[in-house]
């Protein structure tokens, strides 16, 4: 069989690039966002051009420029993980036999070495029904897909090639919906199969999952499994992205700009995966919820849009170096808290403050109530490896001196277990019973270890003796063993003249405001003060102490 002799070329693309951030975590201002990885990571993966001209198959190097070994015109694609592939009747691909019936992509093949270009294998692949492969660096031709060995060695010998089995490590890219396979990719692991849409001058945009994306698309399948699937975008391009899913996309200019510079500080300061997935940050609230373009329902907005251009390039510096904890709430409740008593390191731009703006805006849910059992609680602290028996008591035993909670006391029958920080919060999540405590500003009712607290610290189990001192600097004793405080939940009366007895029902009761950490920005502050006239940078230097911009 002829075979041409062609000079390899390699096509580089660079993605334009924005203003120059002075970012320590992006590469070529450039963003590598898991779509998908770990338990959600893929057999097989679909794209479908919603805005280009078909696909070019390669890689992102390590500059993440994307190096260019092939194309297709075809405009809906699957990546697939290499090996026994089966097809059903809908054209869903499996690694398992489905029911009904079914067409099979074997994967053992004929392969036929010796090719210098993309155009030589592809050539040679059309004229024996065979498809072109970039396998150990090096363009080949494979043909037939068998589900033997011996069918593979059959064939071989009348194409002239060899038998070859698919790797574990390998993709194979089909046209969607078909057992028609268009390209094959497989470095053993060094190398991850990469895609980029076809523009022709344009924007592209492509569809994935229900959402549109742009960039393109990196399928990491190193160890063998299942795929990652990666979006590799540019980094103004990943912060439109995130706008209209952390905030509204029609809230005020002023409020979205400054999510814009949280935003991109957040991504330019982190790379949380990339050893383990090979992706910068995730497209999840884990990290920040990232859709692309959208879904054509829901997605950005000219208002989001430009709240991101008005911004371009600008993050959050603290002592010079680029923050890298820009993190945000939903609403706070009242006050922020310090980053320090909620994750246990002090950190010199978080740190908590009165929100005196937030009330000022409509925030939902900004208040809560949650009922636990003794049983729920019991149950729940068992499963997170809080060995205390049946539960008797629970009561916030330490408040932080901006009124948020700094711990919580669990007592049981098998003994005593005191949270700290964040964990005061999540400690109370259960998936089974569908309950939660959604932010660090919150009081439990029912506890028979309530009491009285003193500046955050000291508890009192009675008023009785208790003096007081007035704003004119008067000393006297309460009367009626009654005063007024200012809790979590605003102003109350609080009394008694012994400890109180709420727990013996065997429930306990907790209410509060906000809705998250409460370290960082409020959105809904944010949102309450652009209504007011502040601007984008007065919001940030609000909410992150002691910061510069730029």
């Known amino acids: 069989m002829k075979k041409k002799l062609l000079t390899l070329f390699l096509v580089v693309t660079f993605f334009a690039l924005g203003p120059v951030l002075k970012a320590e975590a992006v590469e070529n201002g450039t963003v590598k966002v898991g779509l998908r990885s770990g338990s959600s990571a893929l057999f097989s993966a679909n794209l479908e051009n919603a805005v280009g001209d078909g696909y070019e198959f390669g890689y992102f190097d390590d500059s993440r420029a994307f190096i260019s070994l092939g194309w297709t015109g075809e405009t809906a694609i699957s990546m697939t993980a290499a090996g026994t592939i089966y097809m059903d009747g809908s054209g869903a691909y499996a690694s398992n036999i489905p029911a009904g019936g079914y067409r099979t992509i074997g994967s053992w093949h004929v392969q036929l070495d010796g090719f210098r270009s993309f155009e030589d294998a592809a050539d040679e692949a059309a004229a024996c029904g065979g498809w072109p492969a970039w396998i150990d ?6 043909v037939g897909s068998f589900e033997s060995r011996g069918e593979a060695e059959d064939a071989a010998r009348d ?15 089909t046209r969607t919906r078909t057992t028609d396979v268009l ?14 849409p076809s523009g022709r001058g344009r924007e592209t945009s492509t569809w994935f999952k229900g959402y549109k994306y742009g960039g393109g698309f990196e399928y990491p399948r190193v160890t063998g499994g ?15 992205g995130v706008i209209p899913y952390e905030m509204g996309p029609a809230w005020p200019l002023a409020a979205l700009e400054a999510q814009a510079v949280c935003a991109r500080t957040y991504v330019c300061g982190h790379s949380l995966h ?20 959208g879904s054509g329902v829901t997605g950005a907005s000219a208002v989001s849009d430009q709240a991101v251009e008005n911004t371009a390039g600008q993050c959050l510096y603290y002592d010079g170096q680029l923050v890298r904890d820009a993190v945000y709430h939903s609403s706070d409740g009242g006050a922020t808290e310090d980053g320090g008593n909620v994750w246990g390191t002090e950190t010199g731009y978080l740190k908590g403050k009165p929100d005196p703006y937030e009330a000022q805006t409509t925030v939902p849910n900004n208040t809560y109530s949650v009922t636990y059992t003794a049983a729920e609680l019991s149950w729940i602290l068992e499963q997170k490896g809080y060995s205390v028996g ?54 439990i009712n029912g506890g028979r270890g309530s009491g009285i607290y003193v500046n955050g610290t000291g508890q009192l189990s009675s008023l009785e003796g208790v003096s007081v001192i007035s704003g004119a600097g008067e000393i006297s004793s309460l009367r009626d ?70």
Not at 183 to 192: T, V, Y
Not at 229 to 236: H, P, S
Not at 394 to 419: D, I, L, Q, R, W
Request: glycine share 16%; aromatic share 12%.
């Open 137 to 142: 660096w090096s363009y080949v031709v494979r």
């Open 274 to 293: 990339l050893s383990a997935d090979g992706f910068d940050v995730c497209g999840g609230t884990h990290c920040q919820v990232y859709n692309g373009h």
């Open 226 to 240: 299942n795929l990652n699937v990666v979006n590799v975008v540019g980094v103004e391009e990943y912060v439109k």
């Open 481 to 550: 063993n009654t005063a007024s405080v200012i809790s979590s939940s605003g102003a109350s009366t609080v009394s008694g003249g012994g400890r109180p007895t709420g727990g013996g029902t065997g429930n306990f009761v907790i209410t509060g405001t906000g809705n998250g950490h409460n370290v960082g920005m409020s959105q809904y502050g944010a949102k309450a003060m652009a209504e007011l006239g502040y601007s984008w940078r007065e919001i940030l230097e609000f909410y992150y102490t002691d910061i510069t911009i730029g």
């Open 390 to 443: 049946t539960v008797r008591d629970v009561y916030v035993s330490e408040y932080t001196p901006m009124g948020n909670v700094a711990k919580v006391t669990f007592v049981g029958s098998g003994g005593t277990k005191t949270v700290s920080g964040e964990t005061c919060r999540t400690i109370f999540y259960s998936s089974t019973y569908q309950k939660s405590v959604s932010s660090m500003r919150f009081d």
């Open 183 to 196: 390209f094959e990719f497989d470095c053993g692991g060094a190398l991850s199969l990469g895609v980029q």
């Open 159 to 173: 194409y002239g090639g060899s038998a070859v089995q698919s790797g574990s490590t390998g993709v194979l890219v």
